[in-house]
């Protein structure tokens, strides 16, 4: 039994919907966080009501944001979606958005920092009203160009202390903080000021095939995994479920049952006997 963990519908990409909560909750996971490429055009009433009558708890609808473009149209449209996202998780009934908040080519990475702040102020009120957080996600600097101008724990720090808002806090995913010699620090600063609002887990190969899409399970790559654990959840008392988050085209092509094993076994590893 895991009732610590939560998958996201991502990691089993090949799986519906429905074969993501049923596998799940078979494990006996705690939690599932939902992708929108998972349930575009699923009725999301019945998809709630298929997790809740499984047992899973919802942390997190993924993704929201994206923020940033050259042309102020194209901002405001990205606003009107983002609301439109915002309802979806709501109906789904998840506590929160992750937002991966974007980067536009031609642009200065402060100019796209401007505009993240702008595109999350803009959703604050509605995101209150429905009563969802708002997440953070900073990105490995390898993504600042075209997926988020927000490359570090400090940098997501930084944006909730200026914006001030009481639902807006961070996700912590180790592929993309691990390298951060301030990690520790900001990980405490993020706790005491009430920021960290969730953690995700999986590993970072030192030599991808794909930048993306070759996330390693945990305990095959180069992420210092344990310690990193430690200081989120026993230093800064992180009680939420940790959340697995592995992109790996290798895996899709293969049974994803048998990537479960690999992940829940890899998960025993390290995490049932932290160091």
């Known amino acids: 039994m895991y009732p610590n963990v939560a998958l996201h519908t991502f990691t089993t990409k090949p799986w ?10 078979r494990r006996g996971i705690g ?3 939902i992708w929108r490429e998972t349930v575009e055009n699923a009725n999301l009433k019945q998809v709630r009501q298929q997790y809740e009558d499984a047992g899973l708890t919802p942390v997190s609808y993924v993704r929201g944001g994206f923020f940033p473009a050259l042309d102020q149209a194209e901002r405001e449209a990205q606003i009107a979606t983002n609301r439109q996202w915002l309802r979806d998780a709501a109906e789904l009934g998840m506590p929160s958005v992750v937002l991966v908040c974007g980067a536009a080519e031609g642009q200065s990475p402060l100019t796209n920092r401007a505009q993240i702040r702008d595109g999350i102020a803009a959703l604050a009120e509605e995101a209150a009203q429905l009563g969802l957080e708002l997440l953070i996600e900073p990105l490995h600097p390898v993504y600042c160009g075209n997926r988020s101008a ?29 390298w951060d010699h301030e990690l520790e620090p900001e990980l405490k600063r993020c706790a005491d000021h009430g920021w960290l609002g969730s953690y995700h887990i999986c590993d970072y190969k ?3 095939a794909d930048m993306l899409l070759d ?5 095959e790559g180069a992420c210092n995994l344990a310690e990193i654990d430690r200081w989120v959840t026993q230093d800064n008392g992180f009680s939420g479920l940790r959340e ?3 992109f790996s085209s290798k895996w899709w092509q293969r049974d ?19 160091a």
Request: proline share 6%; hydrophobic share 45%.
């Open 16 to 25: 519906s919907i429905s074969e993501c909560i049923e596998n799940y909750a």
């Open 31 to 33: 939690g599932i966080s």
């Open 150 to 178: 927000i490359p570090t724990l400090k940098a997501a720090n930084d944006l909730c202390a200026e914006l001030a808002l009481p639902h807006l806090k961070v996700a912590v995913d180790v592929y993309h903080v691990w």
């Open 206 to 208: 030192s030599e991808p």
């Open 215 to 219: 996330r390693g399970i945990m305990g």
């Open 244 to 246: 697995i988050e592995i």
């Open 256 to 274: 994803q049952n048998e990537f479960l094993d690999e992940i829940l076994k890899a998960y025993d590893a390290i995490y049932s006997n932290p």
